[in-house]
C-alpha cells in the first residue's frame, strides 16, 4: 500500500496548457507539501498545507495554485505552462508536531512541456 | 536564513573504502537534521534523522553544532549505496515551520 501516491508519473504537454497533478496520502498525516526538483536535482519547497490550511508558500509564480480538499490530498493546478515549469515534483506529508521524525515522499510527477 | 551547503556535488569511492559526505548548515535555532537518498529516478527515502542517532545500512550521522555539520559516513561502501544523497534541514519554528530546506545534493558512486 503506497503511503504517499502521486498522479500521474509522468505527463508531457505543450506549453501553454493547464495540467494538474494530484496527491494523496494515507499516513493520517496532518501536513503536505510540494516540492519542485530542477534539472539540477535541486530541490525546493512550494508549497505546504497543514490542515487543509496554506501555511508556506514560497514566491512561487501566480500559475501555481495549490489545492487540498482535504487533509489526505493536495493537489497541484498550473496554469499557461512554460518551459521552465518542466522538473520532477515531489508531494511529501508528515506531522506537524512530529516532523523532527521525518517526511515521506512520494514517488514524484515527471512533466515535460515542449 | 537557514541554509545547508553540500560541498560535493560528486564523490566517487571505491567498493569497501570509507565514506564521508559532507553536509554544512546555518540556521538560527535549534537545528533538526536529515539524510535522505534518492536511487535512481525514485523518491526521496528518510536515511538517518539526527534525533534518533540511529545507523541505518551502516551510516551514521553525528551532529556538531560547533561547526554546524553533520557530516554522513559509513567506513565501508558497497556498490548498492550509488545514489543521490541530500541532508536536509528542518525550520522548528516561526512563519516557515516545518519547511525541509535541501542541500544541493551529493552523487555518490561506488565502483567495484
Known amino acids: 500500500d503506497t503511503a504517499v501516491s502521486q498522479t500521474p508519473k509522468y505527463l508531457v504537454t505543450q506549453m501553454g496548457n493547464d495540467k494538474s497533478i494530484k496527491c494523496e496520502q494515507n499516513?493520517?498525516?496532518?501536513?503536505m507539501y510540494w516540492y519542485k526538483q530542477d534539472s539540477k536535482k535541486f530541490l525546493k519547497i512550494m508549497f505546504s498545507?497543514?490542515?487543509?490550511?496554506?501555511?508556506i508558500n514560497e514566491t512561487v509564480p501566480n500559475r501555481f495554485s495549490p489545492k487540498s480538499p482535504d487533509k489526505a490530498h493536495l493537489n497541484l493546478h498550473i496554469n499557461s505552462l512554460e518551459l521552465g515549469d518542466s522538473a520532477v515534483y515531489f508531494c511529501?506529508?508528515?506531522?506537524?508536531?512530529?516532523?523532527?521524525?521525518?517526511?515521506?515522499f512520494g514517488s514524484g510527477t515527471r512533466l515535460t512541456v515542449v | 536564513a537557514q541554509r545547508v551547503t553540500q560541498p560535493e556535488k560528486l564523490l566517487s569511492v571505491f567498493k569497501g573504502a570509507p565514506v564521508e559526505l559532507k553536509c554544512n548548515y546555518s540556521?538560527?535555532?535549534?537545528?533538526?537534521l536529515f539524510w535522505y537518498v534518492q536511487y535512481s529516478r525514485q523518491r526521496l527515502q528518510l536515511l538517518l534523522r539526527?534525533?534518533s542517532r540511529e545507523s541505518i545500512k551502516g551510516f551514521t550521522a553525528d551532529l556538531n553544532k560547533g561547526e554546524t555539520s553533520f557530516h554522513l559516513k559509513k567506513p565501508f561502501a558497497q556498490e548498492e549505496d550509488s545514489a543521490m544523497y541530500y541532508c536536509?534541514?528542518?525550520?522548528?519554528?516561526?512563519?516557515?515551520?516545518?519547511?525541509?530546506?535541501f542541500g544541493q545534493g551529493t552523487i555518490l558512486t561506488v565502483h567495484p
Open positions: 511529501a506529508s508528515t506531522f506537524a508536531v512530529t516532523g523532527h521524525h521525518g517526511y515521506t
Open positions: 540556521y538560527s535555532g535549534s537545528p533538526e
Open positions: 539526527h534525533i
Open positions: 499516513l493520517g498525516h496532518d501536513t
Open positions: 536536509a534541514l528542518r525550520n522548528a519554528g516561526g512563519t516557515s515551520y516545518g519547511k525541509l530546506t
Open positions: 498545507y497543514n490542515n487543509k490550511e496554506l501555511i
